[in-house]
């Protein structure tokens, strides 16, 4: 079975939070059978003053040591993906890492970056966060980034976008979206989260959601387990997106873990429990990973 993950923030804990000890390690993946890992590039917390550009580097470094020393292998397609072999895809989280400049995102593309979450919390060259409020959508230099991205097919990804920006993405941009990290409002109301109507457009466009493992995006209380992750999956499914769904874990970048899902070893617990909701080996399959290479098929990538 190919399993894939499409965001965790192991790269930013190795480059720049060294004294943390990261849950996704070559041994962990693994052990849970994951196929493709996707590692972000983190702006970091401080936006466009906080040298983003320069972060992203430091953790690039950080990912070609653990290509030299513990055989991390980068795919340039995702479609490389196999069943038995890990292997990394690498995006970008916060779009002020481009500064600005389409140029920016051909050479994101290639050091193999093929996914880029516009803005992380705080507003940029490109949009504005869902954390702040904001009923602006995406900004003119944002639709430069953004052309240049669908040029090149590299997903644009709405986690942590507010919603103004999700909608100008639905209803404008050449290429569907999606969310690679995101979890349903309905069932936790999280500002980070999806509305049933956001759900039901993304699927409509050919889009594709990760859904989150943060226990506070999954339950308001925070005490979240695995049955809570598939809860979000099924809440999805049921609005239309079983062919649209998939995992997004957020791990080594959440301060916490939902109970009996701590590290891509436990990734078979998910499954599990689908098997339990009465889901068929065939939809667990798509959900798993068939569902997001799909989504890359969608965009244009072939194998």
Not at 46 to 73: C, H, I, S, T
Not at 260 to 267: F, L, M, N, R, V
Request: glycine share 10%; hydrophobic share 35%; aromatic share 8%.
């Amino acid at each position: 079975m190919i399993i894939c993950d499409t965001h965790c923030d192991t790269l930013y804990m190795r480059a720049l939070q060294p004294q943390e000890t990261p849950c996704v390690t070559m041994e962990a993946m693994r052990a849970g059978g994951m196929s493709l890992q996707t590692c972000t590039l983190f702006a970091g917390s401080q936006g466009v003053n906080g040298q983003p550009y320069q972060k992203a580097m430091a953790e690039y470094a950080a990912f070609e040591r653990l290509e030299r020393d513990e055989g991390w292998q980068k795919v340039n397609s995702p479609l490389e993906a196999e069943d038995g072999k890990v292997k990394i895809l690498l995006s970008v989280e916060g779009g002020e890492i481009f500064e600005g400049n389409p140029a920016r995102v051909q050479e994101f593309y290639e050091r193999g970056v093929r996914m880029a979450a516009l803005t992380w919390n705080n507003e940029n060259e490109i949009g504005f966060p869902a954390k702040g409020g904001s009923r602006e959508g995406i900004k003119p230099q944002g639709w430069e980034i953004l052309k240049e991205m669908a040029r090149l097919r590299m997903a644009a990804d709405t986690s942590h976008l507010n919603e103004a920006g999700f909608w100008d993405l639905i209803d404008r941009h050449s290429q569907p979206p999606m969310a690679s990290h995101s979890c349903a409002k309905a069932l936790c109301d999280h500002f980070r989260n999806l509305s049933d109507d956001q759900i039901r457009a993304m699927v409509k466009r050919g889009g594709w959601i990760g859904v989150n493992f943060y226990p506070y995006f999954l339950r308001s209380d925070g005490q979240a387990t695995v049955e809570d992750i598939v809860c979000h999956i099924d809440h999805m499914c049921q609005l239309g997106a079983q062919k649209h769904v998939g995992f997004g874990s957020d791990f080594d970048g959440i301060g916490c873990t939902p109970v009996g899902c701590e590290s891509p070893a436990k990734i078979s617990a998910i499954l599990e429990g689908l098997r339990c909701r009465g889901y068929s080996e065939a939809a667990i399959e798509d959900i798993a990973g068939r569902n997001f290479l799909d989504y890359y098929r969608r965009l244009g990538w072939t194998a």
